[in-house]
């Protein structure tokens, strides 16, 4: 789990929260956020966590196969539930959501699958 890994990385760095917060040029319970898992830093704090961590954004983010309890699988759309508040509509995109998208598309297959895989698991998160 990502929030699992960056304390781990931190830990490992000797470095406190703080350190990392200041680095990211936010609030310490911010960052305490990032690694509780109640929230997810966007674009370029996780690319500056790659770069103090001196680890790939692809390994900051990968999913740890080993300790997940369920193999791996093809995503799968059709088990994606879409809220009713949120459009699938693709013509009011935010910036940020295209930003996302252009990001994906220079992805290859096996990492546009791990990327996916890690939105399903963040929506079952918060499946109430």
Do not use: W
Request: hydrophobic letters at 35%.
């Amino acid at each position: 789990m990502f929030s699992s890994k960056l304390k781990e990385l931190r830990i490992k760095m000797d470095l406190t929260q703080k350190q990392i917060a200041d680095s990211l040029k936010i609030d310490r319970s911010t960052y305490s956020y990032y690694e509780s898992g109640k929230t997810c830093p966007p674009l370029e704090s996780l690319k500056r966590l790659a770069m103090i961590f001196s680890v790939s954004l692809d390994d900051l983010l990968e999913h740890d196969t080993a300790s997940s309890a369920q193999p791996a699988t093809q995503f799968n759309s059709t088990r994606v539930e879409y809220k009713k508040n949120i459009p699938n509509d693709t013509s009011a995109l935010t910036n940020q959501e295209k930003e996302c998208i252009v990001l994906f598309r220079q992805l290859n297959e096996k990492k546009k699958t791990n990327v996916l895989r890690v939105m399903e698991k963040h929506l079952e998160d918060f499946k109430v």
